[in-house]
């Protein structure tokens, strides 16, 4: 069988003015901190102060950031009849680090219901073309298909990124290549989902939208001048690496990113998939309603008897 080849990089780019730190000076002369976050999805920020004095406050500060605005941290100064002298810096990274992951949760397979599927497990490129040492947790998988088909959501999440930039070459054959429209959500737990192999302008999710299992993200690709369509799936999240702490964090050589092999609901149980079995998409109410709120799941029910 012919071997299929991939790679995701899940370290975004991140423009200057997504994060917004700056701070107020209290009339006992304490600093406090705050946040504005210009973007989706959960991020670290970490702030470095230099010449710092009168105050015992750390010479860095850092907080996982989950909603748009609010409080960092305080200064308490030493003197409260001098000001808090300092310099500080800043920097940010996506992620929600060192997350409590739920290694058990019931994921739906990312197609419509009693769909047949047959997921392929894909090498990576890095590892098998460049020897660079595989990537901790490695899994990822394919779904293909001679026709269109429709993706969706395999769990409730918030998509925090859309590329929807590219058109797909179909005169020649590909194996594999990089320019790919995708999406990816953030879960509540910290793992993080990346689909790809989206058409262009066929998305039909918006970035900061909140998703839910079974939500319809968008129509494949024709992958090459075959009757091929194929979506790739891939799961993670992050962690300081040994003997770093999240106050510690200066770059993102500081955390990895670790892949999630996820367990599907199949058949009243939930399993890990198989390379080249076929599986038919399935799930249940408590599956499909297990993260969400009454409103939630009134308003999904509301959607999907129209």
């Given amino acids: 069988m012919k071997k299929l080849f991939i790679f995701f990089l899940p370290f975004a780019l991140l423009a200057q003015n997504d994060v917004e730190v700056d701070y107020v000076t209290n009339s006992d002369n304490s600093l406090n901190f705050k946040y504005v976050k210009n973007i989706p999805g959960t991020h670290l920020v970490s702030v470095k102060f230099s010449n710092l004095s009168n105050t015992l406050a750390k010479d860095n500060q850092s907080k996982l950031l989950k909603s748009t605005r609010g409080s960092l941290f305080k200064l308490e100064p030493i003197n409260e009849l001098q000001q808090i002298r300092f310099r500080y810096s800043y920097s940010w990274f996506r992620g929600n680090i060192n997350s409590k992951v739920n290694f058990e949760y019931p994921y739906i397979l990312p197609f419509k219901a009693n769909t047949s599927v ?3 497990e894909l090498y990576n490129i890095d590892n ?3 020897k660079s040492e595989l990537a901790k947790g490695w899994k990822a998988y394919s779904f293909s298909f001679n026709e269109n088909q429709t993706v969706y959501s395999i769990r409730k999440g918030e998509v925090i990124e859309i590329i929807d930039n590219f058109e797909v070459d179909n005169s020649k054959t590909f194996d594999y290549y990089s320019n790919i429209n995708s999406i990816t959500i ?8 990346t689909y790809k192999g989206f058409d262009k302008d066929k998305i039909k999710v ?20 075959r009757n091929l369509y194929r979506l790739y799936l ?21 955390y990895e990113i670790i892949y999630l092999t996820p367990k599907f609901f199949q058949n009243k149980k939930l399993i890990e998939l198989k390379n080249n079995e076929s ?10 309603f297990s993260e969400m709120k009454r409103k939630e799941i009134k308003k999904w029910k509301s959607y999907n008897e129209l």
């Fill in 128 to 130: 098998v073309y460049f």
């Fill in 186 to 193: 953030e879960h509540k737990d910290g793992t993080y989902a």
């Fill in 234 to 254: 891939q799961l993670y999240f992050y962690r300081t690496i040994d003997g770093i702490s999240l106050n510690t964090i200066k770059s993102s050589d500081d």
């Fill in 118 to 120: 047959k997921p392929v």
């Fill in 206 to 225: 918006k970035k900061g939208e909140i998703v839910f299992p079974q939500t319809i993200l968008g129509e494949l690709s024709k992958f090459d001048n």
């Fill in 279 to 288: 599986y038919v998409v399935q799930f249940d109410e408590k599956i499909l």
